[in-house]
């Protein structure tokens, strides 16, 4: 008992000098900040962000920007209005992880004049037009857009109310109308598209003349016709819940109760696996040993539940396992309700009933740089995804390859093939023809086993080198020491790190060790 109070008294004092000298959780980080005067830019401006919108500490707000209410930035999100200004994003939209809103400078300093000068055809207004007298925006994006992961909106850029841009899709010195939807993996550049029109997965469109041809009326029974609303709803959701949470929210952090997810769950974590500082590990999510988890990857396990990730896989820089909700609380019956087919259970097969997982990911599998597997998703054992390729609603077998900036969408693959680089596929009738098997010789054979090493063995150096600075700011403060408590009285979620005395489990000597560092004495680190 006399124990135990002391340590009450201890995070008692720690929660008050943290408070007083560290700030709150990520200041100082600078992920929200002003831009810097340039020859092209000669104001500097903080970002305008309403009250009722989350930035995640992982995203990075910057500049000439506005967000409305009811906004989700995810981790990994950039925003950054210091080139092309400004950007304004509407009331209800998304921005989910790894997503980039960017533009092209909008004004100059004329070397002829002296003056300042705004480009021409740099900017939209809101009701979508071109303009360049400095009276409209770089990018704009209207209430109730969804830009799903690793999107980018690349201004000059317009995308109209309640359009849905799906992951990995490039919108560049362009309009979308309306009530639209980009399906995942399309590029858009340098053209106008109406409204209530969608664009099928892997399109390219780059002159006015193709728009006609490669874009088709949204109509009734479409497979996304009503996908904009519910994601909206989700990500409604999630800014409020993690409002909530404030500045307990970490880089490893549970997720929140919603009407999609009825349970709040923390992060499981092998004590042999490194998530690096910058990365996001975010509810439902199970990591097995051995796992090499890169700055900027998000692994968020707060829709689509559970998140699997097998022994000795990695995950590598800015990719991201997401699912779509697995879960809903009934409007009819007022009970909570598993949706068909939104699982797969360890042997691959697609359940409904709460017993599998949103995204399994098998053992020794390498997910390599701004890669995404968007769940319902299985990807077997031994198996590589590429860079910047996207499997979404789909069954990747045991021992493939999928080369470099594919998209696999809503199929499934057998085990023992390759699919090559840059190849789209959306149909059970196309696998045959655009899967191949892997025969010896084959330039990536042995690609996976090499990855596989190299990144456990990164896992295993940076754990030896982990410094106590748990929430990656850089110093060691009363901050880090408060995490590692939290972690110890099952409160927060754990960092691998967070067992600072390396003596195989976190006890509060691990934060007291911390705080001793913070005060320049002694500690277990020296």
Known sequence: MIQQKKWQVFLSHLVIITALLAGTAFAGMGHIAPNVATDFSRTVSSPHIAATTFVHPLASVIGNVTLEGQIMVSPGASVRGDEGQPIFVGEAANIQDGVVLHGLETEELSKEHGEWEFKAGRQFNAQGERVGDGSGYSVYIGERVSLAHQAQVHG??????????????????????????????????????????????????????????????????????????????????????????????????????????????????????????????????????????????????????????????????GVVLHGLETEELSKEHGEWEFKAGRQFNAQGERVGDGSGYSVYIGERVSLAHQAQVHGPAYVGHDTFIAMQSLIFNAKVGSHCVIEPGCTIVGVELPDHVYVPAGTTITSQSEVAEKTYPIYEGYTYEHTNEAVVHVNESLAEGYLETCDGDLNGDGEITPQDALLVFLCYLERGACSACADVNHDGEVTPQDALCLFSKFLGRSSCLD
């Not at 980009?182 to 858009?188: Q, V």
């Not at 009326?217 to 609303?229: A, D, M, R, S, V």
């Open 156 to 317: 000059p850029a317009y995308v109209g109310h309640d359009t849905f841009i799906a992951m990995q899709s490039l919108i560049f010195n362009a309009k979308v109308g309306s009530h639209c939807v980009i399906e995942p993996g399309c590029t858009i550049v340098g053209v106008e598209l109406p409204d209530h029109v969608y664009v099928p997965a892997g399109t390219t469109i780059t002159s006015q003349s193709e728009v006609a041809e490669k874009t088709y009326p949204i109509y009734e029974g479409y497979t996304y016709e009503h996908t904009n609303e519910a994601v909206v709803h989700v990500n409604e959701s999630l800014a409020e819940g993690y409002l909530h949470l404030g500045d307990r929210i970490g880089h490893i952090a549970p997720n929140v109760a919603t009407d999609f997810s009825r349970t709040v769950s923390s992060p499981h974590i092998a004590a042999t696996t490194f998530v690096h500082p910058l990365a996001s590990v975010i509810g439902n999510v199970t990591l097995e040993g051995q796992i090499m988890v890169s700055p900027g990857a998000s692994v968020r396990g707060d829709e689509g539940q559970p998140i699997f990730v097998g022994e000795a896989a990695n995950i590598q820089d």
